[in-house]
């Protein structure tokens, strides 16, 4: 149980374009979710926490105009990277909280290659 | 200060020895106590948690904490070489949000 899943695993895109990473829990209904990055050798960075059906909670220092969050269901949450740059190339992980626990479980990551 | 300290290691025992993996928290308000494991280039995975003060075992591992000394540690049990990983230990602090405060995490290594 507690499987969540991240698509896609890897990619690559050109410098202005926007990036689309999918989180979705298989087997529950998550009413959080948040979104991580991952720089290489450094801890997770909390991006923003997203609640089923209304707006993302960003953390400081984090552009919400440029990292876009949308929860739509209780299974699906979607982190659009728009005008990617090089600098945003990073892994990206979801995690997701199954009903009003505590316990988060962690989506496999998403590796993105800015060009 | 930061909120959750981890030593970043690198720390190294030999194969069928117990490795201690330390943590301390600022918020005394703190409630919920998750150790994570997490291989290079991979994703965090929940080992364990712990809520109440004492020790917690599952199989080779267990997680021991005193809210006292806002101290919380994981030990594990014959060591194997595929333990090798960093360990992230993480806190659900007072505020209520559902967010977790990870520390930078320590390497384990673990030699055959």
């Known amino acids: 149980g507690a499987v969540v899943s991240q698509h896609p695993s890897w990619v690559i895109c050109k410098s202005g374009t926007s990036v689309k990473i999918e989180c979705r829990s298989l087997d529950f209904q998550a009413t959080t979710m948040f979104w991580y990055r991952q720089f290489p050798k450094q801890s997770l960075m909390l991006m923003a926490t997203s609640n089923e059906g209304s707006k993302a909670t960003y953390e400081q220092g984090v552009e919400k105009d440029k990292f876009l969050i949308n929860h739509a269901s209780l299974t699906l949450s979607t982190l659009t990277v728009t005008s990617a740059h090089p600098e945003d190339s990073s892994f990206y992980i979801c995690s997701a909280v199954e009903g009003w626990g505590y316990e988060q479980y962690f989506g496999p990551g998403t590796r993105l290659t800015v060009t | 200060q930061k909120e959750v300290e981890q030593n970043s290691g690198p720390l190294s025992v030999p194969e069928g020895a117990i490795a201690s993996l330390n943590c301390t928290y600022s918020d005394r308000g703190s409630q919920s106590f998750f150790w994570y494991r997490q291989y290079s280039g991979k994703s965090p995975e929940l080992i364990m948690f712990?809520?109440?003060?004492g020790d917690k075992e599952d199989g080779r591992f267990t997680a021991q904490l005193n809210k006292a000394s806002q101290y919380v540690s994981l030990l594990i049990r014959d060591s194997q070489p595929s333990d090798s990983a960093t360990y992230l230990c993480?806190?659900?602090?007072?505020?209520?949000?559902?967010?977790?405060?990870f520390g930078q995490g320590t390497t384990l290594q673990v030699k055959p």
């Open positions: 993480a806190v659900h602090g007072s505020s209520n949000t559902g967010k977790l405060i």
């Open positions: 712990i809520y109440s003060n």
